[in-house]
């Protein structure tokens, strides 16, 4: 119904004293059959009710006060409310993106490095209990089984290699547990760099108060095809105090390619050696003692075997634990350097470049598309969601509104 | 008149300040009528002018006239009013007060006027809407749809059907 009214035009009859009643009310002449409805709605005009006089003055005064606010907050009320609300949704809108897009930034900011001089090495968690890995006695590279951690940093790689060496020995508190520590640098040098940086591994050794375990250096003539570029590897022993002085030294020789930090935890070997050789030590006190009370030959000649037995094995053990405490004080550190004629020309490369400087600012750009990306992609949905509340909340208020006309 | 002293008056404080000139009675007339309670109508009128003036910087030309974007201020602030009666369910309505007419006037204009005011009790609230937008605020037709929300052809068919239901009534009173 609602519809064909709005559809259908007035009707004439209906429209000619729908004006009689206009013209009425402005005081103009209607037509005579029409004086009636013009009467009436002078009649009806007549029922209006006008305000109080006091009324009247109270509001005029409000009015031209602003209609203060009671209240301590009335200021900031004031200025809140005074802008309006298309104002207002802009700023908050974007201060909410920005929020978003802080957030999503900072769990990004992990994948923005900086130049070579960034390289960091991970922090190794302290083991705990894990089976026994192999690992040689005089403290030689780990075995297979181990856990490594890997991580992109400014264009490097850099691992964390966790082990644990038999049994926890729980007992033992945090400081004085022993831990065995192994690292591994690959360098690349420019080819006319390449000789340096391999004697600087013997000058930052001697510095250090390590020694060189096993090196090789093979062709480092820079006139020489690109398939004969230069190669040298160092295994090299680096005091466990000096180490993180070396590895910077070792780091500043060249660009750092990969860098590899494991440690393990052989605090329950050191508790089981040394077990090992008081009990041992004990029964040669004991063998001893039977040794001197023995009377006849058979039977200290039956002692002086298990004697010689035991004192073995306390050889042994306390080798097994020389060997370990050698472990622990002296790191094995691998090196490797390869002359990479891609760094020719690079005069510092151990620095931030302007290669570096595009890279990182690739990386920024890309990370800040993923950020806008993902702001979007949290924001348009709650946008959506907001505007149907808002419209839902809006209609309903409407119909109830409406319905307190038809209630009354 | 609606700026503090100390503060440069806007185009909306300006247009504020003629919008409450020019409307404030008819405001009243408009809000009184369809609520029929004087100290209701007052409150409300007062919250009407004062959303308008706390949102007169929002005000979109686009969407109407300044009048009409006022009334339908006032008129949600009425409906609420009638919502929150509703609420307590304290409908109070002011009689009709019979000695209100001026006893100067004749007989038979009393009785016409008697019969008016019974036939606009007897209106629905609706109905008692539109004759207060058109006859008490003085509103015209297309103002009354914007107001409403209707078309002008619906709102121009609503208010003849109501005029003819008070001729009835008044007729059949006289």
Known sequence: MKLREREMPLDPEVERELEAIDRGLGGEPVDPDLEGLAELARALREERVGAEPGFAARLDQRVADGFPRPGRLAGLRKRLTAAPPRRILAPAGAAATLLVVVGVAVSQSGEIGGGDDGFSTQPVPQPADQPTVGEDAAGGAPATGEATETGRLGGQTTSGVVQSSGRSASEVPPAKRKIARRVDLALSASPDRFRDAADGVLDVVRDHRGFVVRSSVSGSDPDVTRSQLGHASFELRIPAGELPAAMGDLSDLGHVVSRTDGTRDITSRFVSVKKRIAALEETRQNLLRQLAEAVTPIEQESIKRRLAIVEEQLSAAQADLGAAQQRVHLVPVSVTIDADPALAGDGDAGGWSLGDAVGDAG????????????????????????????????????LRRERALDQI | ????????????????????????????????????????????????????????????????????????????????????????????????????????????????????????????????????LKFFAGLTNPEIAGVIGISETNAGTRLHRVIEKLRRACDETA
Do not use: C
């Open chain 2, 1 to 132: 008149m609606a700026a503090a002293a100390s503060e440069i008056p806007t185009d909306a404080d300006v247009a504020f300040d003629e919008l409450y000139r020019r409307d404030r009675d008819d405001v009243h007339s408009y809000v009184a009528g369809l609520l029929r309670d004087r100290s209701a109508a007052e409150d409300v009128t007062a919250l009407a002018f004062e959303r308008a003036y706390r949102r007169r910087r929002s005000f979109n030309p686009k969407r109407g006239t300044r009048r009409t974007w006022l009334f339908g201020i006032a008129r949600n602030a009425a409906l609420d009013e009638l919502r929150r009666r509703r609420r307590q369910a304290t409908l109070v309505a002011e009689p009709v007060d019979e000695a209100a007419i001026p006893p100067e006037q004749g007989a038979e204009v009393a009785i016409r006027r008697a019969a008016l005011r019974a036939a606009l009790a007897s209106l629905a609230p609706r109905e008692r809407e539109l004759v207060a």
């Open chain 1, 363 to 398: 990386k920024v750009l890309s990370v800040t598309a993923g950020v806008l990306l993902v702001s979007a992609a949290v924001l348009g949905p709650l946008a959506i969601l907001a505007v149907l509340i808002w419209l839902v909340a809006r209609t309903l208020a409407r």
